[in-house]
């Protein structure tokens, strides 16, 4: 052999011996964040940790900004339990992110938040979402194939560096629990951006899986959330429908706001660029309206919402975790009185689970939170969900203390002070309301027509517009007097004869004749005082298209936990604009209602 190739083989083996002992590139990225930790300590505590920061590349190279808390000390052989904290819409890495246990500013936050786990001895990841803040990429709108990968490459690199165990513990809440809620139900898969699935494994080739779950008011399925038709319930009183057949009716203002959050704290890919995320062009198909032909109507943008954002029609995932055994135990904290994503999306996803799997693992707690019009800032309220959920990691993520909720179903009035309201728990959506009170009324006179604006009500009930004139936050709306009725509105006002409870979705049905060929079918229900003055309960939503001539209409309204009292009155206002909350429809209708029934669930059945 000549002199040239022997040092051709040389210097093959030297490149080959460099290789085989230098870090690939996915594990140089994590040991980067790795090397840039710094001592940090928790002074109202007496807490010291580790609080590390720097850029991560995903699985598809794009840049991401990250934080990684861990308790201080040496890191235990085969690492840390590990938890994945997401951000909402918008949002950042820092909302997690504290130097306290609890502070004054954020009551979700408060004993659940980097610093409250990594003192438990959990390692904790936050990193802001691609396409915000300092981020690179462009939002893919929460997409199992993008944000969802991310968080599973993310922690296959700690894993990888011996710093995370197997088993992911995943918390967001709005925009960060929509992944939550894909990621329970991935379990231990990966969908690729091609839209395959293979077994999720970290870049070393550990395999890895989400241990627990905890989506903090989000959505299950963006499409009902975002344009609500009418036809989805938690089953009790009315059955759970299509609710992608018609196309809903849009969220009108906070789908603007939070497109206009977007483009200020975030990038969207250029309008055409991208056709799995092209947001631009989706909002503005969607700000456009109803077409002619409903079918032709968005159909794009309903399949990328229905396939790649909502947990809720991912059958095959769900059938596949219960045949496999990996069914994800989840604890979903949703809003009664949250406007954008309220408690359906977890009661019917809940359900949904359990029809696969009567003992699938899933519970929910429903209370005022979330988005306006809730009140998210009770302190008396979240302090016990986030003691339940700290209770849960424990259990199934540390493997150490811990329990699951106390029932399957726990369910809290709405108060309108800073208090508690009286919790309610069952091991069924409808074991806690076994009673029924109903109201109905054959009296005419009762018409709407959709072109009047509805000043009264519409304004005073919308939820950016309450948060807006109240620095932000939901609450109450109560107005003085009652809002009376346009020619968009007409109402019923039954009186009420003793205490009852509300707990869940109220069901009304109406009987009408409608003139036109779409229709919003709303509706509004208000608690009325003695002193004239009106409580917004809860509201609903309804499209219906046909061809005119009579009609029964039946939903569920919004599910509300509300105590009614014995010499107030109850109404039910029906309108067909709820501008500016719900897009007014482009097509002009009439209904005149001949007959309404409404019915509740309540904690008991009362004698008058």
């Known amino acids: 052999m000549g002199r040239s190739a022997r040092s051709r083989l040389l210097f093959l083996a030297a490149v080959l011996a460099f ?8 594990q140089a990225a994590s040991m980067l964040l790795l090397s840039s930790c710094q001592p940090r300590t928790d002074q109202t505590d007496s807490f010291s940790y580790r609080f590390c920061s720097g850029y991560v590349a995903s699985f598809d190279g794009v840049q991401l900004d990250t934080d990684l808390t861990m308790p201080a000390g040496t890191t235990p052989p085969g690492g840390y339990p590990l938890v994945v904290m997401m951000h909402g819409w918008g949002g950042s890495k820092s909302y997690w992110e504290t130097n ?50 991310d968080t599973q490459y993310l922690s296959g690199l700690l894993a990888d560096a011996s710093v995370a165990m197997p088993g992911i513990g995943v918390t967001g809440l709005s925009y960060g629990g929509g992944q939550a809620w894909l990621l329970a139900v991935l379990a231990n898969q990966v969908m690729n951006p091609d839209g395959t699935l293979t077994s999720w494994r970290s870049p070393g080739g550990t395999p890895l899986h989400i241990a627990a779950a905890v989506p903090k008011y989000t959505w299950s399925d963006l499409v009902d959330a975002l344009q609500p038709n009418g036809r989805s319930s938690d089953g009790v009183l009315t059955p759970n429908g299509d609710r992608t057949n018609p196309i809903g009716i849009e969220k009108k203002s906070y789908v603007d706001y939070f497109y206009q959050s977007g483009l200020q704290n975030g990038r969207y890919a250029a309008p055409g660029q991208d056709p799995s995320a092209d947001i631009s062009t989706w909002y503005a198909e969607i700000s456009a309206g109803e077409t002619p032909a409903q079918s032709g109507y968005a159909p794009g943008i309903i399949d990328q919402l229905v396939r ?10 769900i059938a596949s975790d219960v045949a496999n055994h990996s069914e994800t135990p989840i604890f979903a904290p949703q809003g009664w009185t949250d406007s954008l994503f309220p408690e359906s999306q977890a009661a019917s996803m809940i359900a949904k689970l359990r029809t696969a799997d009567p003992s699938w693992p899933a519970y929910m707690y429903a209370s005022d939170l979330g988005h306006p019009l809730a009140d998210n800032n009770k302190f008396s309220e979240w302090k016990v969900i986030n003691r339940a959920a700290t209770a849960f990691f424990d259990l199934h993520v540390r493997h150490s203390g811990g329990a699951d909720p106390a029932a399957a179903y726990q369910e809290q009035i709405v108060r309108c002070d800073s208090r508690a309201g009286q919790m309610y728990a069952s091991a069924t959506a409808s074991g806690a309301a076994p009673g029924r009170v109903a109201f109905q009324s054959s009296q005419s006179g009762h018409a709407t027509v959709s072109a009047p604006t509805d000043p009264a009500a519409g304004v005073a009930t919308d939820p950016i517009a309450f948060a807006a004139q109240h620095s932000g936050n939901g609450g109450c709306v109560r107005l003085t007097p009652a809002p009376p009725d346009s020619g968009a509105s007409t109402s019923w006002t039954f009186p009420i004869c003793a205490d009852f409870t509300l707990l869940g979705e109220p069901a009304l049905h109406l009987n009408a004749t409608l003139l036109g060929t779409d229709a919003e079918i709303n509706s ?9 003055s009106a409580t917004l309960v809860t509201r609903g939503a309804y499209r219906w298209t046909g061809s005119g001539g009579a009609a029964s209409v039946a939903y569920a309204l919004l599910g509300s936990g509300w105590k009614f009292a014995a010499g107030h009155q109850l109404r039910i206002q029906v309108t067909q604009n709820d501008v500016p909350y719900l897009r007014l429809d482009n097509y002009q209708s009439s209904a005149v209602y001949s007959s309404m029934q409404l019915t509740l669930p309540t904690t008991a059945s009362i004698g008058c």
Not at 524 to 532: C, H, N, Q, S, V
């Open 19 to 26: 290789a085989a002992l230098s870090p690939q590139p996915a």
């Open 100 to 149: 306290d246990f609890c502070t004054t500013t954020s009551a979700d936050a408060c004993n659940y938040n980097n610093v409250w786990f990594a003192h438990r001895g959990y390692a904790v990841l936050t990193y802001t979402a691609r396409g915000f803040h300092a981020s690179q990429g462009y939002t893919h709108l929460a997409d199992i194939r993008y944000e969802a990968h």
């Open 308 to 317: 790649y954002r909502s947990a809720y029609y991912q059958d095959s995932l």
């Open 524 to 532: 509004r229900l208000w608690d009325i005082a003695p002193d004239g």
